[in-house]
């Protein structure tokens, strides 16, 4: 088994006051390195679930996740925190840099705390890698969306994860940036053989995946 | 700045409250205004304690030092003996004692007269300083004269007065003594023991070298001249600066504790602060959850900036405090210089700690608040 991550049966149940909202049903899911997954599917129907349950942000109700082979269904906050830095690259809609660092202090900052001397070397390298090697002491306030979300790809690379999750990447972008963007990714689960899993409405991004799954109402089509 | 640089590299939680706080600076300003008020209401109340207590034992003088003893009336002795002045004079083995008679009488010179207590002392020198004159080891002949009769009667040494027709040369004016005494000679004259009428005393004043020797002497007086009868009252001033000095003990506790009452406001303001903060800046916690920073981290993030606004703030309360305390004391004792002594600084760093602690308290439910959010709530809009 070679799959980098994958769920197994897995179900997401919401309990919203007697009124209980199955967000994920019985899920089976897989992805490979260097692989590139676009999950597409109408508004409610549970991909962002889906990708929070790969991203150990979140727990499935029932089922398993496994990690590189390791079931990382049950662990405690603590462990999914350490696996989501050694593992997991996010990548937001809106980007979700903090304002009051620069550039280049965005990238470093999932390495700020704990110490790691070549941080600071890596996160220049990315961002020069992402064409934003003149923007490093650029807060966010002073870049466009496009610039914006290239530093967010590289703070989402600056731990070497294995995995690149992205909640629509091109949802803030127009066709022309998306596009940039997503010749990123391409880039980089070729290079560094990273599997990219990319939510996404945008119809482009179907030319870049090798696979595309579709989730209707919580389930795999 | 490099050092700066050095600090934040080692310590990341500072690096980003330092950010943090220069986000909203009007807020983190008022916050730090919070606990500069505090620090500085604290710490100069507890200075303005000090000096008012410094005042206080300035105008007592070293009274402490002085015991009076007297003939004990309820028992039906009117004055004192030689005897007992002789026993007085075995039990105090520290300090000098001074028999003294006194009355009222006429004292004029020229056509001016005025009716003053006489004092009938042999060593007054043991009680009082000169102002202009010499105070004789012995008074066998002359007179000293108070400074407020001095003054009444116009008189300097050389002069000569007349104390119920007797002439006296004035061998000295006394200094104005300022606060409490035994035996005020501001407005009295005194003369040798013999020209007063009698053959005992109306008291004995002791004036020991320190207030130990003079309780000490006290204890002893007692013991020598009480066993058999209750033949005098001993009276310690050192009673009323004990009772003074704890009066000063609870004001200073008082005032302490109004100060800390705008700390305590102060530490609310920073709790309401850092609430809105981290309540406005839930996504980016949530971020910073989702790359791979711990509770821990977060908790400690918002920590440190909650200890970076009382830090601020009781830096700039001490300073404020201090110069505060520079002119409190310029102004009431006429000394700077007063400000720095030990009790002040210890008011100084009492006031300082506070105002860190309750930052950090005030930060310390926020912090737990953040940094137990689930990252997936806080990042859903
Ligand atoms: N915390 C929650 N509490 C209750 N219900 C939830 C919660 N999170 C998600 N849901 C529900 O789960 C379902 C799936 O939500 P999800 O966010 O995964 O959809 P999505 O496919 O990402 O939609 P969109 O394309 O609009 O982002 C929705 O019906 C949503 O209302
Ligand atoms: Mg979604």
Redo the contacts between chains.
């Keep these: 088994m070679n799959h980098i991550i994958e769920l197994q049966r897995v179900w997401k149940r919401y309990d919203t006051g007697g009124e209980v909202v199955e967000a994920l049903k019985d899920v089976d899911f897989h992805a490979d390195p260097g692989e590139f997954v676009a999950v597409m599917g109408p508004s409610g129907s549970g991909k962002s679930t889906m990708l929070n349950v790969l991203g150990l942000l979140d727990t499935p109700t029932e089922g398993t996740v496994y990690l590189d082979g390791q079931d990382v269904t049950d662990l405690s906050d603590r462990e999914m925190t350490v696996h989501r830095k050694r593992f997991i690259g996010f990548i937001f809609q809106s980007f979700h840099l903090i304002p009051t660092l620069s550039a280049l202090e965005n990238v470093e900052m999932p390495t700020l705390f704990g110490d790691d001397p070549t941080a600071r070397d890596r996160a220049t390298h990315l961002l020069e890698r992402v064409g934003l090697g003149e923007r490093l002491d650029h807060r966010p306030d002073q870049l466009s969306g496009g610039q914006k979300q290239r530093v967010a790809i590289a703070r989402a690379l600056i731990n070497e994860p294995r995995i690149l999750l992205a909640d629509e990447p091109t949802g803030n972008l127009d066709r022309k940036t998306g596009r940039s963007v997503l010749d990123l990714f391409d880039e980089i689960r070729r290079e560094d053989d990273v599997a990219v899993i990319a939510v996404t409405h945008d119809p482009q991004l179907g030319d870049y995946a090798d696979r595309t799954v579709e989730l209707i109402d919580g389930r795999i089509q | 700045m490099s050092v700066l640089d050095d600090l934040f590299r080692r310590v990341?939680?500072l690096?980003?409250a330092r950010?943090?706080l220069?986000?909203n600076r009007i807020r983190s300003g008022l916050a730090v205004l919070g606990i500069i008020i505090g620090v500085l209401a604290i710490a100069s109340l507890g200075m303005f304690g000090t000096t008012l207590r410094t005042g206080a034992s300035q105008q007592l003088g070293d009274i402490g030092n002085e015991i009076s003893v007297s003939p004990n009336f309820q028992e039906g002795i009117e004055e004192l003996t030689e005897r007992d002045v002789d026993e007085i004079r075995r039990a105090v083995t520290d300090g000098a004692v001074v028999p003294v008679r006194s009355e009222s009488r006429l004292v004029s010179r020229g056509d001016r007269q005025t009716v003053t207590t006489v004092y009938g002392m042999e060593n007054p020198g043991a009680l009082y300083e000169a102002e202009q004159g010499r105070i004789p080891d012995r008074l066998r002949q002359g007179a000293l004269v108070g400074s407020g009769t001095a003054g009444l009667l116009d008189v300097e040494p050389g002069n000569t007065i007349s104390v119920d027709g007797r002439t006296y040369r004035v061998a000295a004016v006394l200094a104005e003594q300022g606060g409490i005494s035994l035996v005020s000679p501001n407005n009295a004259v005194i003369v040798p023991v013999e020209d007063v009428n009698g053959t005992g005393y109306s008291q004995v004043v002791v004036s020991a070298d320190s207030g130990q020797a003079a309780n000490e002497s006290a204890v002893a007086i007692r013991e020598a001249l009480n066993e058999r009868e209750q033949r005098v009252s001993v009276f310690e001033l050192q009673s009323i600066t004990a009772g003074i000095n704890e009066f000063f003990g609870i004001l200073n506790a008082f005032l302490i504790g109004i100060g800390s009452i705008s700390l305590v406001v102060a530490g609310v303001s920073i709790l309401n602060v850092m609430l809105m903060s981290t309540i406005e800046r839930r996504?980016?916690i949530?971020?910073?959850?989702?790359?791979?920073?711990?509770?821990g981290?977060v908790i400690r993030m918002i920590l440190a900036e909650a200890g970076l606004l009382g830090v601020a703030g009781g830096v700039i309360g001490a300073i404020l405090a201090v110069g505060a305390g520079v002119a409190l004391n310029a102004f009431v004792l006429n000394d700077p210089l007063a400000t720095f002594q030990a009790a002040n600084l210890l008011y100084i760093v009492l006031a300082v700690g506070f105002g860190v602690g309750t930052s950090v308290l005030s930060g310390l439910y926020p912090a737990w608040k953040a940094a137990n959010e689930?990252?997936?709530e806080a990042?859903r809009k």
């Design positions: 990341p939680a690096l980003m950010r943090n220069s986000r996504q980016e949530g971020v910073l959850r989702a790359v791979g920073v711990q509770r981290d689930r990252p997936v990042l």
